[in-house]
T-cell receptor, first 115, second 113 residues
Framework: DQQVKQNSPSLSVQEGRISILNCDYT??????FLWYKKYPAEGPTFLIS?????DKNEDGRFTVFLNKSAKHLSLHIVPSQPGDSAVYFC??????????????FGKGITLSVRP | GAGVSQSPSNKVTEKGKDVELRCDPI?????LYWYRQSLGQGLEFLIY????????KSGLPSDRFSAERTGGSVSTLTIQRTQQEDSAVYLC???????????FGPGTRLLVL
């Protein structure tokens, strides 16, 4: 039972355009969401996160939007660059009180940015 | 400062053998997680250590899997009597107390023949 779903396995965009990566979740107890980026043969690296008390968080070219009523979040990358080509994992945790919580991951989306 | 390191980076073993995977977390990080990623799948939680508390073993897929964390630092994940379905990338992550961001190591790629 996938509690975090990334339904599109891949996405291809032109350099300079916007990349929109989607993620849905089913567990209403999730209250903290993260995006990780993974290059081949490397571990995932943290990209951006958002708490359930917010609906938007922005960091440079990366913005994460959270729609709690729809149990949906998305990562926007603008403008997209070839170096953004990687696998992007959406992750969620429950218990956002500063306590460490295990992450539940989606299966990932492979983003390809064409020069 | 050094990040999370894992060894070996690759391991090929025969079915039925035992393997031991090692994780060195970031110095000072009190919590440590093990995940695995099978082909075409997301990261699957295995086990979690937090300080001196009893570990959360709820993700371990069978009793062939065990892990320990000595001295609150280095952790080893042991898989006994390996099976082909154990083939995966095993990832370790550590996190500082009270924080939410987990920092991952590069993983150990395990192949069971």
């Amino acid at each position: 039972d996938q509690q975090v779903k990334q339904n599109s396995p891949s996405l291809s965009v032109q350099e300079g355009r916007i990349s929109i990566l989607n993620c849905d979740y089913t567990n209403s107890m999730f209250d903290y969401f993260l995006w990780y980026k993974k290059y081949p043969a490397e571990g995932p690296t943290f990209l951006i996160s958002i708490s359930s008390i917010k609906d938007k968080n922005e960091d440079g070219r990366f913005t994460v939007f959270l729609n709690k009523s729809a149990k949906h979040l998305s990562l926007h990358i603008v403008p997209s660059q070839p170096g953004d080509s990687a696998v992007y994992f959406c992750a969620a945790s429950a218990g956002n009180t500063g306590a460490n919580s295990k992450l539940t991951f989606g299966k990932g989306i492979t983003l390809s940015v064409r020069p | 400062g050094a990040g999370v390191s894992q060894s070996p980076s690759n391991k090929v073993t025969e079915k039925g053998k035992d393997v031991e995977l090692r994780c060195d977390p970031i110095s000072g990080h009190t919590a440590l997680y093990w995940y695995r990623q099978s082909l075409g799948q997301g990261l699957e939680f295995l086990i979690y250590f937090q300080g001196n508390s009893a570990p959360d073993k709820s993700g371990l897929p069978s009793d062939r899997f065990s892990a320990e964390r000595t001295g609150g630092s280095v952790s080893t994940l042991t898989i006994q009597r390996t099976q082909q379905e154990d083939s995966a990338v095993y990832l370790c992550a550590s996190i500082a107390t009270g924080r939410q961001t987990q920092y991952f190591g590069p993983g150990t790629r395990l192949l069971v023949l």
